[in-house]
């Protein structure tokens, strides 16, 4: 039997979370909200991501989240906007440690900021990550269905590919 043998990290808590393998056994994950300060940090996830980041100022990151493991970076979603409907961007893991649930751990934390700001709907824009955000909830729309302030932020107007998948999530 593999004593080492842990739940579903999907369903782990954000701090404290056990994963698989003896080096992060010890180590305990964070997500905690960024400041201006983890600029640098989180243009070198994005990048290393081949996520667009070409718009992202340091003001953005007043409304983005980092999940960091032994104070290395290994994760950030951002959200967009103001009002009911905003717009999640940028959301990426490290490659060390894709795989073990922290995507879609960000991607809870960061409805859950959402909601908290009196948001009730998100959209998104995805060249790479359809299927995983189909199988968080999220749905295919038209481009032109999302609301025009949403539509005029730069992820739409410039930095994502018209090909690119539009998706939206009703929160509950
Ligand atoms: C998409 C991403 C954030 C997922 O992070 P993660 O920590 O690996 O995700 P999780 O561990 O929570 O979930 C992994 C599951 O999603 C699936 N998955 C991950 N990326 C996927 C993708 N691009 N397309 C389809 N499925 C994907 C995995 O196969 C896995 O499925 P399983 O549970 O059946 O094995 C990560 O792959 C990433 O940073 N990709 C590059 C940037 C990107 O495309 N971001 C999204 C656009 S905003």
């Known amino acids: 039997m593999n004593h080492h ?3 579903n990290p999907r369903h782990a808590t954000p701090t404290g979370s056990p994963a698989r393998g003896a080096r992060r056994r010890n ?8 400041t201006r300060e983890d600029y640098p940090a989180v243009l070198a ?9 070409s718009d992202l100022t340091a003001e953005h990151l007043d409304h983005f989240l980092l999940a960091e493991r032994d104070e ?3 994760g950030v979603v ?4 103001e009002g009911e409907a905003r ?3 940028s959301l990426a893991v490290a490659e060390r440690a894709q795989g073990q649930g922290l995507g879609h751990q960000l991607l809870e934390a960061a409805e859950a900021s959402a909601r908290e700001q009196g948001a009730d709907r998100l959209w998104l824009l995805t060249t790479t990550a359809e299927p995983f955000f189909a199988r968080a909830g999220y749905a295919r729309a038209e481009r032109e269905t999302a609301p025009k302030a949403l539509r005029l932020l730069t992820e739409f107007t410039s930095v994502c590919p018209s090909t690119a998948a539009c998706m939206t999530k009703l929160l509950s």
């Open 5 to 7: 043998q842990t739940p």
């Open 78 to 81: 951002g959200l967009e906007g």
């Open 87 to 89: 717009l999640l961007r």
């Open 72 to 74: 290395e970076l290994e």
């Open 27 to 34: 180590s305990s994950l964070t997500i905690r909200a960024a």
């Open 45 to 53: 996830l994005l990048n290393a991501a081949h996520l667009p980041h």
